[in-house]
C-alpha cells in the first residue's frame, strides 16, 4: 500500500537520533516505499524473494501524521501519538496541491510521487474536526550509516475552518514533469472536477468490460511516469498484474455507490473520493476513503483516493492508492 494506518498504544514512541536511526522505524521507513511494496490486490500472496525492496535512488520523505500531541513537540521522535478515532476528514496539501486525505489513527505518508527539488510546502487543511499533527522525517535508514532526520513539523488544531503547515527542502529529487496550472476560480475547479470524474468512470468501465490492461493503463499513467524517476528505468512491479488478473476475472464487478464523490481542488490538481459511511462492524472505528470499489465474491477490492493532474494538456491519474 502507499501509506499504512495504525491504532498506535498510547505511549509507544520511536525514537531517532541524528546520526541512525532504530530498527523500528528504518522497517517502517522501507516498507512505505518501493513500487513492490504491498500496494495493490493480491499482495500479501507474492512470495518474499518477489517482493524485494529495490534502493530508491532518493532518500524517501514520509509524512508522520496522528491526533495526539505526543511527541510533537520532541526532538528525536517522528512517530506522531494518536488513538484509533475518525477525524475530519483533513486533507494533505503539498505545494499548493491536495495529494492525500487523513481520516484518524497514525498514519505514515510517503510523499516521494509529489516533492521537488527546492523549496516545499506541507499543509493540513480541514472544515472542521481535529486537532492534527504532523512531522516529516527524510532518509530510510536501511543500512547502518544511514540517516533519518526530521524536516519540519506542523499543527491543526480541532475547531472550524483552519489550516496548519510546514516548509522544507527535501534536498535532490528526481526530475518530474511539470502539471499544467488550472484556470482560477470556478471555471479551474469545474474543469477538475469533469476530468476527474472522467478518469473515474474511464476505470469503471474498464472493471464493466473485464478489459485489465485498459484498467491498468489508466490507474497507473502517472506512476509509471514518477515510479521509474524515483526508482530507476529497470525497475518492473508485480502490481500491475495482479490488478489485471483481479479485473480480467469474470466474477469481479465495481460495486454502485450510495455516497456522493467529494471534490478536492489545488493549484495543478484535483482529489476525488467517497467518504465511506461510518461500519458498525469494523475492526477499526478510522474509515478509509476510496473512489473505487471492485467486488469479487466476498473480497473487496479498493481503489482511491485519485489524485488527477493535467500535463501538457492531458489529464491523467497520477496518484492511486490500492489496497
Not at 506542523?154 to 502539471?179: H, I, Q, T, V, Y
Not at 474498464?206 to 491498468?216: E, I, L, N, Y
Request: charged share 25%.
Amino acid at each position: 500500500m502507499d501509506d499504512r494506518t495504525h491504532a498506535r498504544p498510547k505511549g509507544v514512541r520511536v525514537a531517532m537520533s541524528r546520526l541512525s536511526a532504530v530498527a523500528a522505524v528504518g522497517l517502517l521507513l522501507v516498507a512505505s516505499v518501493g513500487p513492490s511494496r504491498a500496494d495493490g490486490p493480491g499482495a500479501a500472496k507474492v512470495p518474499a524473494a518477489a517482493a524485494a525492496e529495490p534502493a530508491p535512488r532518493f532518500p524517501p520523505v514520509n509524512a508522520h501524521i496522528g491526533t495526539s500531541a505526543e511527541g510533537f513537540d520532541r526532538d528525536g521522535v517522528i512517530v506522531i501519538g494518536g488513538e484509533a478515532r475518525a477525524v475530519g476528514p483533513v486533507h494533505l496539501f503539498l505545494s499548493g496541491d491536495p495529494v492525500a486525505v487523513y481520516t484518524g489513527g497514525w498514519r505514515m505518508r510517503p510523499l516521494d510521487p509529489w516533492l521537488r527539488a527546492g523549496p516545499n510546502t506541507l499543509e493540513l487543511r480541514a472544515r472542521a474536526g481535529g486537532p492534527a499533527y504532523v512531522k516529516l522525517a527524510k532518509g530510510s535508514a536501511a543500512a547502518a550509516d544511514d540517516k533519518v532526520t526530521e524536516l519540519a513539523r506542523a499543527m491543526l488544531p480541532a475547531g472550524k475552518e483552519r489550516s496548519g503547515e510546514a516548509k522544507f527542502d527535501p534536498g535532490e529529487r528526481p526530475a518530474l514533469p511539470a502539471w499544467d496550472e488550472l484556470p482560477a476560480g470556478a471555471a479551474g475547479e469545474a474543469e477538475a472536477r469533469k476530468h476527474a470524474a472522467e478518469l473515474l468512470d474511464r476505470l469503471r468501465d474498464g472493471a464493466r468490460r473485464h478489459d485489465g490492461k485498459a484498467f491498468v493503463r489508466t490507474y497507473r499513467a502517472g506512476r509509471d511516469i514518477w515510479e521509474p524517476a524515483a526508482f530507476g528505468p529497470d525497475v518492473r512491479s508485480p502490481v500491475p498484474a495482479r490488478v489485471r488478473a483481479v479485473v480480467d476475472d469474470p466474477a469481479t464487478a465495481p460495486v454502485a455507490e450510495d455516497r456522493p464523490l467529494e471534490f478536492v481542488v489545488g493549484r495543478r490538481a484535483v482529489l476525488a473520493y467517497v467518504r465511506p459511511a461510518p461500519d458498525p462492524d469494523s475492526v477499526s472505528p478510522v474509515p478509509r476513503p476510496y473512489s473505487l470499489r471492485l467486488r469479487r465474491g466476498e473480497s473487496t477490492f479498493l481503489f482511491g483516493p485519485i489524485q488527477c493532474v493535467r500535463i501538457k494538456g492531458e489529464w491523467l491519474i497520477w496518484h492511486v492508492e490500492a489496497r
